[in-house]
């Protein structure tokens, strides 16, 4: 149940039971079963039940409520699973499945709250204050790693920086094949109700095999089919899920808001906030130190927004009530030559201002992180992050899996995104004026 | 897709998806589906998303972070589904399936932060907002439901308030066998990942009948065993989520805090509060308007209590960490003769005020709300909440079910529980304490 | 996939995929393993391919189409499930448990056709086959359990037996709690599609402990719910699945009409069947040997029937145009006070020959083998039998799972069973009769 | 529960219970209801319970052990199902829906033994009888059809034939997305424990529309990635399940010891059949009338194959045994140039002799029906089994699939199959020679 510390005879251990994974166990009789319980318990680690896993999908997938405390178990029980598996066959040390094991749990220890929007707007790397977080003193985390032994800090940040001593190892934490996507996979489909994520976990935990002559992991012939049908999954789940118009649109109001928010503040404008919060730093643009990060969650921004319903600001009240009450923007795909584009986005512009709004909180170009989203990456640039399989049954050879699979192949291409987002009141209007330009 | 409109020739619909019942879709090519999906984009029920279904459910079972806004979709589908299949065979009026299934939606709507856990600090009955909600013209839904109809408003909060029209309708919605039950009961299963709350729902439905002559429902002989699978669902549901140690554990703790912060401000102690919210009326012990009430929901006790983390007063402070990080009270049951009970209780109490703890905030009895909870009632008093089946096949009668049961006469005994709840320091030492008693 | 050989550097194992149980894996690296995979690959084992679980439930569920082989390999993978975990904790004989693995493999060898139906016609105990099928030289599996270690086939055969030297062990294979059970309920549940047989199985296989002292099997405290809802999952099921009027039915027909046979037979009549086979002496009354007996299979009786339907004895070929065609026989539950049963009786069996059919194969009366039937029996001469708990938390005691759990209480009542079976053609005259007694 | 007439005021129902639909439900207040139900009563229809589904695929998959008629009644519940969503959008004609819901229903009615095993051997095509079946008087099925109205044989047949006055709902029935193709990768998923054949038949359904200009099925653009799911689930279940190398063996051994008996036979020599039956016609190589065919399921060859097993003709026994005891051909792909596959083939068929077994009966080369097989067949000349999807927001138009999705491009490559069987023990030899080769 939830969790319960059972001890008998010989065995100790701590259980979740998950939606996803059923039980998961985790074995307190061991060292590290100790530490990892340690971890989990820390106030850093906590968190992260404030933080949602999907951010502002709720607004589109209303099941999608989970946080990134739930996913981060999950990831640690896949860890244990496949290192069970692999550890079977292959010799593996003790020490170095600890590390993994640590740096599995912790992957997402930095993030901000909603995930990845605040990334955009306060300009950081969650991944930096992963490893901050996993290195500091300061913190419980980096504390109970320390003690636990004095370079677990280094080495379980090493593995977050990609620079981990066994490269197989760290593969299977971060890589286009790693527990990180296996778990959200599962879970995001799950809690979103949209089925699409769902792929044969079981089988690629069975065919995952380590190349010892050149460090790294790669999957046996009778897996290939298993990981075309994961690679489908996450296809389909940013198609549907992660770059849903409506999610996105949300992510716009957010932003707007906030920026209208810092923009009042740096104009000695009156606007609402709680005084001596790192909240009250980020709305006036000072870097948060790593405890301020870690004290942020979820609840500070919706709190800040729910007050700012009422703020005497038009802009800043007329966004907050957007996004509390679930009022998004439209969003457009611009399907259109590109040279129509630009006299588009102007004409489009026009009628924004001309319906009173202000276009820079109020007409937001939306373009997937102005970098093109690999669905599946094939670069040799980049060797620790592929995805390789075994082929030919007379004289197997390992390849990266988008040389033999058409499936794989087609899923290569990039994904480009560029939208815009606006008042929905505005929408046939607009409509009306993209047609003619298609 | 999470919330799409599709218009097409001739047919017009909403549509979620879900992770209990997949495709949850509301025809909007009706005036009730037009008025259905109007209620659900109001403020008010938007605010549901900022309410957790299951209160602090999620310190035990760590999946629990569903929403009421995700429930109660759930709820309107099953009403749906239940009233279609009903009227194929019964004559059911238009209008009353249609007050029938706002009331279906709406059943949550005035329920506060963290779902019960305030109802007890605070003393009101969410009902009670629910139907001021329903009624009040301030409201974007009272005002929703009476241009649909004058009378809407009225009618819809009868059926919350008991006093419909129609007794077998309005059994529907609030009984030992409700479309709310219904939902909840799969939904937690899936979503605690304990599994026991799932019965089989289709047969529910298809064995559900009309006994028009006295207006009540009834399940039909083939339906018997699958209400018995339904209410040891529920039985299951209560012994080991709603009444879990661990989660009166973490209300125990949510309540004491709250009362300490409330005696300090009483007091003129210095406790931080944002001014002009209604969270500032609850600690000043006064009572908050409908409007207040609506704008409360778990966010501002998150924020708040995040805050007081560091608090000057000591025992603020402490219950405030405790509570963000998660480390609660032990609890214990009292299995002991009722005559050991009240000197265990005064040696319990002294071993708080021993360890240096103020027992007014350390050391809590937990009784269950002082009435035993009956898992199943078969009271004469209640009928409109009992559970009726039809009986014998030449001569088929409809009798109330534990009649019938042995199985539901086995769950007809109250259910008690008292408990003590206090710091995990002295456990050992209450343990020692409680193993002399028993 | 199916069955597939997979050789590593030093894993080797077999699997096979399972509607149940996802993965099922025996790892051919150790010797119980090898021995396992060659079990199963004997004639005798791959027989059970043709025998259906549920013998004629597929006439009321007609998903229920699955054979003995399949639920067999899914008892082999929870013995192996259960002893790994108990082996975590307690100090268990590696030959020990390769002899209860082997016994859990093949506690169904030696069914006949269609499971329990031939047990009645033809008065044997496949427990018996069985034991000979594990014990003779004669077989594949005798003389893979000889090769294996000299004493392997009574030690295997002991626990069919009854008379291992561990008891707990042989507890997990036989008792009211067994892995039998255990895989049956899920599976029956499944392909039924009667949902009734789900119960929470990794937490009971969690919970599993062995009191050594006492050589028993227990469940922990935390584990009392789980089986509770296991023994309500086989409530479920009886009174849906396995005691279905429609089941019964089919088998009262299938008896009748081998009855003929077998009457004709023996009386010269013309009768067709192929010669020089196992059915041959089943027809003509003679025992079969162990070799006739496993070449015995469900197609066998299939076969017959068919070609009985042009049968020139118009009840053979009547009764088996019914049985191929299903157009079984109604089924009445005698709901009665017992002095009326006789004249009700009397008077049917005069409905029955006034029909124009001959009560002796038209018009059967079943009784649950007359024997009561125990949902869950707390019987003290069968300890071996019973379901023991941990209760208690600060002096934890075993006690049997009744005492202390009212829902099991109630299932203790036997299910009694006592219906007529006659031609569908005579239900309205029938139940004109039974209204007048009831 | 399985089958259930339930009579109430004025609902009448048959129900079914199933493993992948749950509760299938066929109304019988309808007059097309009470004829669906009398379909499936009849003799031919229930023929379908003992004809295996996946032919031998349970070799390889033992779970896949369920019958065509349960996936038959499958298909009439997709096809209720796809013409409730259309035609409350679509004006259907009643009459014509009734006939396309028989030709759902009755689809696989001629199938003979292990469904596609016996076409090849004896050179037959199972629409062939199917149409006679629908067409015949001497069917009670063609009576039931011809008896609803006359010339509803014939417009049933039609639909076989491809010919049906509508092409859309024809399309429903048979074309590359269809209730046949729908049903059926789903249960073979379930029940081969293989997974990959799941995909979003929800939204399918909600997504199919009629072009009634053009008198056509498509998918609305939200459907793409549904379908594409679909297709991508039927592209892994052909690789992993329907083209397995144990199930082309197994289907291998069988065709090579029905072509030995029937030599035998034709020589006169000594092998036992059951006289007067149709399969005695079948190994003297005599066309079956339509009674006969509809008489014969694979009872008739487990039964036969298993006498064989002591048949004195040392070729047939054998290869009795290996089919009835599993101990199938090896099978091996030619992963080589087709300029070495011939020598290649040459001497593996010599190593074949040497080995002491006949080629003819002991080496065959499968060639997957000697034509490619298209997972997905983009191909003009059949524009009735084209899959269509609707592209653009706003200027939407019909395409096809293959045009607009890379994915479902990527398909279109035929799958091309290559392999010999032979003997087990010849396994190794034979690997040596092809590791020369390759």
Redesign the interface.
């Given at each position: 149940?939830?969790?319960?510390s059972?001890e008998?005879?010989?065995?100790k251990e701590r259980?979740?039971?998950?939606?996803v994974h059923?039980?998961i166990?985790i074995r307190t009789d061991e060292k590290i079963g100790e530490l990892l319980v340690h971890l989990i318990?820390?106030?850093e680690f906590?968190r992260l039940?404030?933080i949602k896993q999907l951010g502002l999908a709720?607004?589109?997938?209303?099941?999608a409520?989970?946080?990134r405390?739930?996913h981060s178990?999950g990831v640690l029980h896949l860890i244990n699973r496949v290192l069970e598996k692999l550890s079977?066959?292959?010799t593996i040390k003790g020490e170095d499945q600890s590390v993994i094991k640590c740096a599995a749990l912790l992957h997402d220890i930095g993030h901000g709250a909603f995930s990845h929007v605040f990334e955009k707007i306060l300009n950081f790397h969650h991944e930096d204050f992963t490893i901050e977080t996993i290195s500091s003193e300061e913190t419980e985390i980096g504390r109970a790693l320390k003690s636990f032994s004095s370079d677990f800090p280094e080495r379980v940040a090493s593995v977050i920086r990609g620079k981990f001593n066994s490269v197989a190892l760290s593969q299977l934490v971060s890589s286009q094949l790693d527990v990180d996507r296996m778990d959200y996979l599962l879970r995001d489909s799950?809690?979103?109700?949209?089925?699409?994520g769902?792929y044969?976990l079981?089988?690629i935990i069975?065919t995952l095999?380590i190349d010892e002559s050149r460090d790294r992991i790669y999957v046996?012939t009778?897996g290939l089919?298993a990981v075309?049908?994961y690679l489908?999954a996450r296809?389909?789940m940013f198609?549907?899920v992660y770059f849903?118009r409506?999610l996105r649109s949300a992510e716009v109001v957010l932003q707007s808001l906030l920026k209208r928010a810092i923009e009042l503040i740096k104009n000695n404008g009156d606007v609402w906030f709680?005084k001596d919060?790192p909240f009250e730093k980020i709305l006036k643009q000072q870097k948060l130190s790593l405890k301020e990060h870690l004290?942020m969650?979820?609840?500070?921004v919706?709190?800040h927004v729910?007050?700012w319903q009422s703020a005497e600001d038009k802009v800043l009240s007329d966004l907050s009530?957007r996004f509390?009450?679930?009022?998004l923007f439209s969003a457009l795909?611009l399907?259109m030559p590109e040279d129509e584009k630009k006299s588009f986005l102007e004409e489009a512009r026009r009628v924004v201002e001309d319906g009173g709004f202000d276009p820079q909180y109020y007409f937001i170009e939306d373009k997937a992180s102005d970098v093109p989203y690999y669905l599946y990456k094939a670069d040799e640039k980049e060797p620790k992050s592929l995805i390789l399989v075994q082929v030919?049954?007379?004289?197997p050879q390992i390849k990266e899996i988008s040389e033999v699979s058409?499936?794989v192949?087609?899923?290569k291409?990039a994904y480009e995104l560029h939208r815009i987002c606006f008042p929905s009141e505005l929408k046939e209007k607009i409509?009306r004026l993209?047609?003619k330009k298609?």
């Amino acid at each position: 149940m939830g969790k319960i510390s059972v001890e008998g005879k010989n065995s100790k251990e701590r259980i979740y039971r998950d939606p996803v994974h059923n039980i998961i166990r985790i074995r307190t009789d061991e060292k590290i079963g100790e530490l990892l319980v340690h971890l989990i318990d820390t106030a850093e680690f906590q968190r992260l039940r404030r933080i949602k896993q999907l951010g502002l999908a709720m607004f589109t997938y209303q099941g999608a409520e989970h946080s990134r405390f739930t996913h981060s178990l999950g990831v640690l029980h896949l860890i244990n699973r496949v290192l069970e598996k692999l550890s079977s066959k292959y010799t593996i040390k003790g020490e170095d499945q600890s590390v993994i094991k640590c740096a599995a749990l912790l992957h997402d220890i930095g993030h901000g709250a909603f995930s990845h929007v605040f990334e955009k707007i306060l300009n950081f790397h969650h991944e930096d204050f992963t490893i901050e977080t996993i290195s500091s003193e300061e913190t419980e985390i980096g504390r109970a790693l320390k003690s636990f032994s004095s370079d677990f800090p280094e080495r379980v940040a090493s593995v977050i920086r990609g620079k981990f001593n066994s490269v197989a190892l760290s593969q299977l934490v971060s890589s286009q094949l790693d527990v990180d996507r296996m778990d959200y996979l599962l879970r995001d489909s799950l809690m979103t109700g949209a089925k699409y994520g769902v792929y044969d976990l079981e089988w690629i935990i069975r065919t995952l095999e380590i190349d010892e002559s050149r460090d790294r992991i790669y999957v046996a012939t009778e897996g290939l089919h298993a990981v075309e049908g994961y690679l489908q999954a996450r296809y389909y789940m940013f198609k549907q899920v992660y770059f849903h118009r409506n999610l996105r649109s949300a992510e716009v109001v957010l932003q707007s808001l906030l920026k209208r928010a810092i923009e009042l503040i740096k104009n000695n404008g009156d606007v609402w906030f709680a005084k001596d919060t790192p909240f009250e730093k980020i709305l006036k643009q000072q870097k948060l130190s790593l405890k301020e990060h870690l004290e942020m969650d979820d609840s500070d921004v919706i709190f800040h927004v729910k007050k700012w319903q009422s703020a005497e600001d038009k802009v800043l009240s007329d966004l907050s009530k957007r996004f509390i009450n679930r009022r998004l923007f439209s969003a457009l795909d611009l399907d259109m030559p590109e040279d129509e584009k630009k006299s588009f986005l102007e004409e489009a512009r026009r009628v924004v201002e001309d319906g009173g709004f202000d276009p820079q909180y109020y007409f937001i170009e939306d373009k997937a992180s102005d970098v093109p989203y690999y669905l599946y990456k094939a670069d040799e640039k980049e060797p620790k992050s592929l995805i390789l399989v075994q082929v030919g049954h007379s004289r197997p050879q390992i390849k990266e899996i988008s040389e033999v699979s058409p499936a794989v192949e087609s899923l290569k291409k990039a994904y480009e995104l560029h939208r815009i987002c606006f008042p929905s009141e505005l929408k046939e209007k607009i409509l009306r004026l993209y047609k003619k330009k298609t």
